[in-house]
């Protein structure tokens, strides 16, 4: 085989390896992305069925309904235009409540209903990390300090 053909046979080798790199970071990817939609969009059915997604917006006022079992959770979500009923099973978190904001990833059933495998409470728009507070409150003292 010539020099050529050799470089040629290795350009494509590689060419192939790259190919199909992409095509596995591609394809594991596509498996974990998870897409957002809000009640209405899930009512006006733009929301994939048998595929996992997001639901977000407000847990209803007097939705919240346990089951006999302790563990079955009853809800419904809503953008105060639409409502989608959501069943979890498993502990919900501690900002979970009744009229706040939450987002919840499931699927939605033949039956118009949601099944969520997992449930997040949104902080309000006023919270802010420890951290971040700190921060904050020193940058104040710092500004308090210079004036005087």
């Given at each position: 085989m010539k020099p050529r053909s050799k470089r040629l046979v290795l350009v494509a080798g590689a060419v192939a390896l790259l190919v199909g790199a992409v095509a596995l970071v591609l394809s594991a990817f596509q498996q974990n992305l998870v897409?957002?939609?809000?009640?209405?969009?899930?009512?006006?059915?733009?929301a994939p069925t048998?595929?996992?997604f997001r639901i977000g917006?407000?847990?209803?006022?007097?939705?919240?309904?346990?089951?006999?079992?302790?563990?079955?959770?009853?809800f419904a979500i809503t953008d105060t235009a639409k409502v989608i009923p959501v069943t979890y099973k498993?502990?919900?978190?501690?900002?979970?409540?009744e009229?706040?904001?939450?987002?919840?990833?499931?699927v939605m059933?033949?039956?118009?209903?949601?099944?969520?495998?997992?449930?997040?409470?949104?902080h309000d728009e006023n919270y802010m990390p420890p951290?971040?507070?700190h921060a904050v409150d020193q940058a104040h003292k710092t500004a308090?300090?210079?004036k005087q």
């Open positions: 897409f957002f939609h809000t009640p209405t969009e899930v009512a006006e059915g733009k048998g595929r996992t917006g407000l847990v209803e006022q007097g939705s919240v309904k346990r089951s006999e079992d302790g563990v079955t959770v009853q498993g502990a919900l978190p501690d900002l979970f409540k009229g706040k904001g939450a987002v919840v990833q499931g059933g033949p039956d118009g209903k949601f099944t969520a495998s997992e449930v997040l409470a949104k951290e971040a507070q308090q300090t210079v």
